[in-house]
């Protein structure tokens, strides 16, 4: 009976209580049962009638194990996850599929010509709807060249800091500057 995490919680526990929940657990609890609505579980994607535009978590990090833990986390969320390791892979992905993604979850320190940074600057001006989380466990000194709507997370972050920003990415996204 695979119907997700929320869901296999609240066969577990019962219904979250509400009412005695700390604001961001209530958020998370409320994100994780919205994925299990939409059915976005492994090879479960709607496969009947029309497909409705997939949203998008672009994650761009070089280093695999830090790249499949965020993917790990990001999976059980209503957003697909795509990776990339370099910042010019992430803007030729975003090239193609830039009004899928929702948010980009990058690291300072990429390899290549452009790193977080640039990338972050980048993609705020191209597709200034999307969701910005520069994330690195090194020093805040290039977190000052970031545009105003990114978010700056230092290493090593937490998972309900990742989720809360997935949730701002779904509930309230910026519309496009025109």
Not at 41 to 63: F, I, K, M
Not at 131 to 141: A, C, D, I
Not at 151 to 174: F, G, I, S, T
Request: some cysteine; charged content about 25%; overall charge negative.
């Amino acid at each position: 009976m695979a119907h997700g995490v929320g869901r296999g919680l609240q066969d577990v526990f019962g219904p979250p209580p509400q009412d005695t929940l700390p604001d961001r657990l209530r958020d998370l609890v409320d994100l994780l049962l919205a994925r299990d609505a939409v059915g976005r579980r492994e090879g479960t994607a709607h496969r009947n009638g029309p497909q409705e535009p997939t949203q998008l978590v672009l994650v761009v990090e070089d280093d695999p194990a830090v790249r499949d833990l965020a993917v790990a986390l990001l999976k059980e969320t209503v957003l697909d996850v795509i990776t990339c390791d370099t910042g010019e892979a992430a803007v030729a992905l975003m090239r193609e599929r830039g009004n899928d993604v929702a948010m980009v979850f990058t690291d300072v320190r990429l390899p290549g010509d452009m790193d977080g940074v640039a990338l972050a600057r980048a993609v705020n001006t191209l597709w200034p709807g999307v969701r910005l989380v520069v994330t690195s466990g090194y020093t805040r000194s290039r977190a000052a060249d970031l545009p105003e709507s990114a978010v700056y997370m230092p290493k090593p972050w937490r998972a309900l800091d990742v989720l809360a920003q997935v949730d701002h990415a779904v509930r309230h996204p910026e519309p496009p500057v025109a």
